[in-house]
């Protein structure tokens, strides 16, 4: 069975960094897409943050462009996400997705249990 396991959140100030991570267990697949959602306080949806393809560039949320930086490990199945300048209204949930394909190139989207990231002074 597949788990997404995050690890990284935790309290910054304005302007400081954080780095997450996030492992994909188990076998039998290949990663078609991995990366990162956040949910605001008050949020009643989860927003793309930064994504990762099996090939091409990663996509990134306008408010994160040049601030955040996503990065893979495929030996270990792992996507970092490297925060700068973080911001208070970065303040979120920050939850793991994966798509990942079975033997038969059939899709499931796993999310992983998503970590707090506070930003505040």
């Known amino acids: 069975q597949v788990q997404l396991l995050e690890s990284g959140g935790g309290s910054r100030q304005p302007g400081e960094s954080l780095n997450l991570s996030c492992s994909a267990s188990g076998r039998g697949y290949t990663i078609n897409k991995m990366g990162w959602y956040r949910q605001s306080p008050g949020a009643e949806q989860r927003e793309l943050v930064a994504?990762?393809?099996?090939?091409?560039?990663?996509n990134y949320a306008e408010s994160v462009k040049g601030r955040f930086s996503i990065s893979k490990d495929n030996t270990k199945n792992t996507v970092y996400l490297e925060m700068n300048n973080l911001k208070r209204e970065d303040t979120a949930v920050y939850y793991c997705?994966?798509?990942?394909?079975?033997?038969?190139?059939?899709?499931?989207?796993?999310w992983g249990q998503g970590t707090q990231v506070t930003v505040s002074s």
């Open positions: 994504l990762m393809f099996g090939r091409g560039r990663p």
């Open positions: 997705y994966a798509d990942l394909l079975d033997g038969r190139l059939r899709g499931s989207d796993y």
